[in-house]
């Protein structure tokens, strides 16, 4: 008898074992959608030692996938998080902007939606595929389907020490001086005439082609389609071309806008005429390919039309997913999109960009005064990620978005009405004459008379220590190039701005010591060659020695990057 | 801390200028010899180097006393490569100790034994003579010492002694790092018996 209670307690005991395990093991399976603050510095560094699935960076936090040991992990470190969705598993999420009161309201109609940050919500569905649920007329952008965490980059304190100075150049004066309204207007009227450039429509593939011609018709190298699937099946095609770097072939700017278009559901797929929205930025790219076609350039540049933006920016990410995975090197992006409408003028150009973009932004803002006469406006924000410069972003690329107005002003904006009579030429032109001068300035035509540009520049840093100082220095070395009598060296702290000469007198070898640098900030360096008559060459490429506390380095020579941050390893 | 030292110091420098004032016996003595630092960072950069000292010793009763010394320190060394190479950057470190100590003697038959417990306030400079690097500081520390004295003849007697400094240095750079300058000075020299 006594026996037959134990086996009952027994199996008792079993039961209840297994039934809590069977309760508690998918709990601690299950990955949440969390929402990562930014508050504390060391996020950065906790983020890269938990190894935490982060899928989108905004301006004030990190959106990730964490389950329930990671989030353990972070509650361990102290690292603030809130969860979004208990149960993430198989769910697809869309980021879409908060650009209305009633715009929370709206979404939750149709799916769950929660705010992440002032202007920022995340969208899902139960129902079906929360891009599909979603209110005509969102910008909208699917949470990354990978990791972005290893492009993460933690935020620079960048010291202004002056406003960037730039010279007007003549060559590139010259060069923007080729730029043509009138061609700007038959672009987008060409490209409005196809009646809906709709991704899945024939008149986008017609777009496409006419944009593909345009590029070959002006002898650029690589033209071609780069098809991709979207959405469940649809196919579209990104049109590239570009124009091989003399000096540096492996090192890319892109300058890209998308070239579909849309409007109202029961209109889309007949009228979508989209002249602003993004005929104005296709067309700039059209014709930043046709002028600089003429000019031999030390880097390469890509002109892509991107497709399917307005589908959740498709094209641009696939692309860019592959840029990466082939290791391109792209030094930056312009990507533009609605360029020509103003509410008012003089219109100013928004820039935006995020944090490690800031130096193309403070370029483009003294292009569009220097060469366009057009006021542009920086704006710092890794929550504008409605366009195709954002998958960049998430690839650790430079990249900025050219817009005319945000919040958007144009009424026209998505609808049957967004046609080529509403733009403004003057500012469009504008707007194209400071991407184009950008982009020539950092592409560096070839010049005449000029020493080659100087090539296989390398710094590697040198650090001693004493008992009571450490000194870092920066031993750089270059290829001799022939025509050259000498050599100049720059130096900034913030890439692709300010350089600085470093050097007293001309460099007569191929290398300096740039000596008793400060530790902590990074350096970045080109060097220029000089020739008999003292004309100097263009810029090298950028060679750049890392940032990072002497007593991390001390601890080991082979650190990476992020275990010189602060809650690195 | 810093206040409670200096306080002991100056205390100290009061207890050896009365004992001066009271005309009891006062020995001044001069020595040379080497130091070993403690720390291994120390040793690795700059290695053993030569010290002089001069000291005076003030009876305050039989077989008890102040000590009041000076002792200089000068040595080249070469900073070391954390990261790449190639580059050689000499360095000179200085350090100038003013020590304040009690001291006890007995005496084992002719000999005496001199043992002193005490303060010492150290000034110092490092200095990287082909950059433009350079550091000062001053720390004040403990200081313990032994010495043999043996009379040779008249008031001249022979010195050896061992001293050692607890000198622990923060430092900036790299962040939260000590520098222990302290170490073992092993001394010879004469002393000279004034009254």
């Excluded at chain 2, 000590?178 to 001394?187: H, N, S, W």
């Amino acid at each position: 008898m006594k026996s037959m209670k134990s086996v009952k307690r027994l199996l008792l005991a079993f039961f209840s074992c297994a039934f809590l395990f069977l309760i508690l093991l998918p709990q601690a399976r299950s990955v949440s959608l969390i929402r990562i603050s930014k508050d504390d510095v060391r996020v950065w560094g906790e983020l890269q030692r938990l190894q935490i699935d982060v899928r989108q960076e905004l301006e004030t936090c990190f959106l990730a996938l964490a389950d329930r040991k990671e989030r353990d992990a972070l509650d361990a470190s102290r690292i603030g998080f809130s969860v979004l969705d208990v149960d993430a598993a198989g769910k697809d999420y869309v980021l879409v902007p908060l650009i209305a009161p009633e715009a929370e309201s709206e979404l939750l109609a149709r799916g769950q939606a929660v705010a992440v940050e002032p202007g920022t919500a995340v969208f899902w569905s139960t129902e079906g595929a929360p891009l599909e649920m979603l209110p005509p007329g969102f910008p909208r952008k699917p949470l990354s389907s990978a990791s972005v965490l290893p492009y993460l980059r933690p935020p620079i304190e960048i010291e202004w020490a002056a406003p960037p100075a730039f010279l007007r150049d003549p060559l590139i004066a010259h060069i923007v001086g080729r730029l043509s309204e009138a061609e700007l207007r038959f672009l987008v009227q060409s490209l409005q005439d196809f009646q809906t450039r709709y991704a899945t429509t024939p008149g986008c593939d017609a777009a496409g082609d006419f944009i593909h011609a345009a590029f070959s018709s002006f002898g650029l190298d690589g033209v071609r389609f780069d098809p991709f699937t979207f959405s469940g099946g649809y196919e579209s095609r990104n049109v590239i071309a570009e124009i091989r770097g003399r000096t540096y072939p492996d090192d890319i700017l892109i300058i890209c806008g998308h070239y579909d278009s849309i409007s109202p559901a029961e209109t889309r797929l007949t009228l979508a005429p989209g002249a602003d929205d993004n005929a104005s930025g296709a067309a700039v790219v059209i014709e930043a390919a046709r002028i600089l076609s003429a000019f031999p350039l030390d880097f390469t540049v890509r002109f892509i039309a991107f497709s399917a933006e307005e589908w959740g920016l498709y094209g641009s990410r696939d692309y860019a997913a592959q840029a990466r995975a082939a290791g391109e090197s792209i030094i930056g992006v312009i990507n533009l999109d609605m360029v020509a409408y103003a509410d008012v003028m003089p219109e100013d150009l928004e820039v935006f960009v995020n944090g490690p973009s800031e130096w193309l932004a403070e370029r483009l803002l003294a292009a569009a005064s220097q060469y366009a006469d057009l006021a542009a406006r920086k704006r710092v924000d890794a929550s504008m990620i409605y366009s195709d410069h954002s998958p960049f972003w998430d690839y650790g690329y430079a990249a900025l978005l050219a817009i005319e107005d945000s919040p958007l002003q144009n009424p026209y904006y998505h609808r049957t009405t967004d046609t080529i009579d509403k733009l403004n030429f003057d500012f469009f032109a504008g707007s194209a004459r400071a991407a184009l001068a950008l982009l020539a300035e950092l592409a560096q035509p070839l010049r005449e008379g000029a020493p080659r540009t100087p090539v296989g520049l390398t710094a590697a840093p040198i650090v001693y220590r004493s008992l009571f100082s450490t000194m870092k220095s920066a031993r750089l070395s270059w290829s001799a190039q022939s025509d050259a009598a000498g050599y100049n060296v720059y130096r900034t702290n913030v890439s692709h701005l300010s350089y600085t000469k470093i050097n007293d007198s001309l460099v007569a070898g191929t290398s300096f010591l740039d000596q008793n640098i400060r530790t902590e900030i990074p350096y970045f360096y080109v060097v220029t060659a000089v020739g008999n008559t003292g004309i100097e060459s263009n810029r090298s490429r950028e060679a750049a020695v890392a940032g990072g506390g002497a007593a991390s380095a001390s601890r080991c020579q082979n650190l990476g990057f992020f275990d010189m941050m602060p809650g690195g390893k | 801390m810093k206040a409670r030292r200096m306080a002991a110091l100056a205390l100290l420098f009061g207890l050896s200028a009365s004992a001066a004032g009271a005309g009891r016996e006062f020995s001044f003595s001069l020595s040379g010899g080497s130091f070993s630092p403690g720390s291994k960072d120390y040793q690795r950069i700059y290695g053993s180097s030569f010290i002089l000292s001069a000291e005076a010793v003030w009876a305050i009763r039989r077989g008890c006393g102040v000590s009041v010394g000076l002792t200089g320190l000068r040595d080249e060394g070469r900073a070391e490569v954390l990261i790449g190479g190639g580059e050689d950057y000499p360095l000179r470190f200085e350090r100038l100790s003013i020590p304040v100590m009690f001291v006890v003697a007995p005496k084992i038959g002719r000999l005496v034994l001199r043992l002193g417990a005490g303060l010492a306030y150290h000034s110092y400079r490092e200095k990287w003579l082909t950059a433009d690097i350079d550091f000062e500081g001053h720390k004040i520390g403990t200081r313990l010492a032994a010495a043999l004295v043996f009379p040779v003849f008249g008031r001249l007697s022979v010195v050896g002694s061992v001293v050692t400094d607890f000198i622990s240095v923060e430092k900036e750079s790299p962040p939260g790092n000590k520098v222990d300058l302290g170490g073992l000075q092993i001394l010879a020299g004469f002393s000279l018996r004034v009254k």
